[in-house]
């Protein structure tokens, strides 16, 4: 069945950077664009980040835009969140989507 | 940006009674493609989100024929018939008609 296992996450200084990964298995990946989506600590869903299933097109929340970088790698099947200039608000849970199928998430933590 | 608000931030329900929940938009969420991308994710403490409904009345796959959605443009509603103790958590509505995607804040179901 579809699957999705997001990693990466992990305590970091603002300022820093982290990679996140999500790893795809049970369906063919490069039918589907992505999306990332976080949720900080008691807090609701906002969406971060798109990316096609060509990987051409990219979209990004204000909030990340010029900060954060989505890409693929179809040989892998996975999805990354390259995110640099880290800031304490940037503290959530990080999931990667398709909407109808959604990884456990990741915890990123700035402080 | 396309605002979306759930005016109920909290609901209690008694088991096997109905329960509506409201989401509106800033602005329409049809799509020029004809489609309006108004969906539905039920999330319980502790775990990822679940969508149970896409294109404001869809059900995906599993998702008991207890929840329906209705609406069009700007209003939207989800319907909960026969409220179950498993229903209980988040419910959130979210259009993605409009970059950038957007969430409404949440209802949390309860059940009395």
């Known amino acids: 069945q579809f699957q999705l296992v997001e990693s990466g996450g992990d305590l970091v200084r603002p300022g820093g950077s982290l990679r996140l990964s999500c790893e795809a298995s049970?369906?063919?990946?490069?039918?589907?664009?992505f999306y990332w989506v976080r949720q900080a600590p008691g807090k609701g869903l906002e969406w971060v980040a798109f990316?096609?299933?060509?990987?051409?097109?990219?979209y990004y929340a204000d909030s990340v835009r010029g900060r954060f970088t989505v890409s693929r790698d179809d040989s892998k099947s996975t999805l990354y969140l390259q995110m640099n200039s880290l800031k304490i608000e940037d503290t959530a849970v990080y999931f990667c989507?398709?909407?109808?199928?959604w990884g456990r998430g990741t915890q990123v933590t700035v402080s | 940006d396309v605002v979306m608000t759930q005016s109920q931030l909290s609901l209690p329900v008694t088991p096997g009674q109905s329960a509506s929940i409201s989401c509106r938009s800033s602005?329409?969420?049809?799509?020029?493609?004809?489609?309006?991308?108004l969906s539905w994710f039920h999330q319980r403490p502790g775990q990822s989100p679940r969508r149970l409904i896409y294109?404001?009345?869809i059900r995906d796959s599993g998702i008991p024929d207890r929840f329906s959605g209705s609406g069009a443009a700007t209003d939207f509603t989800l319907k909960i018939s026969r409220v179950e103790a498993e229903d209980v958590g988040i419910y959130y509505c979210?259009?993605?008609?409009?970059?950038?995607?957007?969430f409404g804040q949440g209802t949390r179901l309860d059940i009395k």
């Open positions: 989507s398709h909407f109808d199928v």
């Open positions: 049970g369906f063919t990946f490069t039918n589907y664009g």
């Open positions: 990316i096609r299933h060509d990987g051409v097109n990219k």
């Open positions: 602005q329409s969420v049809a799509h020029r493609d004809g489609n309006t991308y």
């Open positions: 294109k404001v009345s």
């Open positions: 979210m259009q993605s008609s409009h970059w950038p995607i957007t």
